[in-house]
């Protein structure tokens, strides 16, 4: 768990240590560094200058603060230089005591080579890549502790760009908060809502339990809320989709008894089998649906089940229809004639069917259908 706590600025009370000479240079220059270029951030200070910058930190020539870190580790620094790349550690400077030239202060709570690639950091904006991945969290905090805003930002777009996982995300989200990373505690949510069920079993989320239970609930009310929205989101597009389908089906219903289609249509009309490609694909079974209800020999009360879903297309098509006396679907007028004995529960479960029907398609509505209306039917 990461979540320790860094010892926070105060000077060493070591008063009678000993200070030890800077250690021998141990040049970074060789090696393959990684600087925040690829963050957010870009900088056009000259290679060269940075070199000089991560040198001055490896070799400590002329260093004068000895930083005392976990384990007896001990980084060598500048006081004017990490004293004016940190408010906190000129702060911990002005209260440390000397030794001679030498200042001494201690980062403690993280591991020693984070505060020395966050000591870097203070230098040169520089750092290795494998540091980063490892000391993220840490680095984290101690850019926070220490407020240290360039490497906030650099912490935070490493996170973003593929550092945070499901093993620390609950970490970093409780981080977030804790410190002020408002995008971060937006990603790290987001990545905890989507991964919830494999978390929720994690020791990470039960030490989040133990030490934050009002933030645990709140995720797992968040979660809970956030389901229920998606589910309704797949309802409203079945709904939708179904509601367009019947859009579809009315206007293949006008097309087919009107112009006549393949080999069904309007007894006036000479219909040559595939005289035309047709458009509309709710033809097909809309023929098929209308050859089974001309010769339907089912003797069931109302028709069979498809019997009675060509009533209701007809009963929809003539509650959508703009002209019924110049319509040629079958029982259209009869069916306005009956719209007018309808009980009042029917008629606002019918008006609401119209509305949702006509309003799938508002764009290039059909001119054989009725407008879409903005009054709203307010039904249970
Ligand atoms: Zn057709
Ligand atoms: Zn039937
Ligand atoms: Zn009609």
Redesign the pocket.
């Known amino acids: 768990m990461v979540m320790a706590c860094v010892d926070l600025p105060k000077a060493a009370d070591s008063s009678s240590v000993p200070i030890p000479p800077p250690l021998p240079s141990k040049s970074d220059g060789h090696q393959k560094r990684y600087r925040n270029d690829a963050a957010p951030e870009h900088t056009c200070v000259p290679t060269a200058t940075r070199d000089m910058w991560d040198r001055l930190f490896n070799d400590g020539y002329k260093a004068n603060v000895v930083i005392y870190t976990d384990n007896g580790g001990i980084v060598y620094a500048h006081a004017n230089i990490i004293g004016t790349a940190s408010s906190v550690i000129k702060g911990m400077l002005k209260q440390a005591k000397k030794h001679g030239k030498w200042y001494t202060i201690s980062i403690r709570g993280v591991p020693h080579e984070a505060v020395r690639v966050f000591i870097r950091f203070l230098y040169s904006s520089c750092y290795k890549k494998e540091e980063m991945n490892e000391y993220i969290m840490h680095l984290l905090l101690l850019s926070h502790a220490y407020v240290v805003p360039q490497m906030k930002r650099v912490c935070e777009w490493h996170l973003e760009h593929g550092l945070l996982t499901t093993e620390n995300v609950i970490d970093v989200f409780q981080l977030a908060l804790l410190c002020d990373f408002p995008r971060l505690s937006v990603i790290s949510h987001r990545m905890i809502m989507k991964h919830f069920k494999e978390l929720y079993a994690t020791e990470a989320w039960t030490a989040m339990k133990k030490s934050h239970p009002f933030l645990e609930k709140e995720l797992r009310d968040s979660v809970f809320i956030e389901e229920n929205a998606r589910k309704e989101r797949i309802r409203k597009r079945n709904e939708e989709r179904i509601y367009s389908q019947l859009y579809e089906a009315m206007e293949a219903l006008v097309h087919i008894c009107r112009d006549g289609c393949k080999t069904i249509g309007p007894h006036d009309k000479d219909l040559k089998p595939n005289h035309a490609t047709c458009h509309y694909e709710a033809c097909k079974g809309l023929e098929s649906l209308i050859r089974h209800f001309a010769g339907c020999k089912l003797r069931v009360p109302g028709g069979c089940v498809h019997c009675k879903r060509m009533w209701q297309l007809l009963e929809l098509?003539?509650r959508v229809?703009a002209d019924?006396d110049q319509?040629r679907?079958p029982l259209?007028g009869n069916f306005k004639e009956k719209m007018e004995k309808q009980s009042k529960k029917d008629e606002v479960r019918w008006k609401l069917l119209v509305k949702n029907v006509l309003g799938s398609k508002k764009i290039g509505a059909s001119p054989f259908f009725l407008p879409v209306t903005s009054s709203s039917s307010t039904m249970s």
Request: net charge neutral.
């Open positions: 098509h003539s229809c019924s319509c679907v259209c």
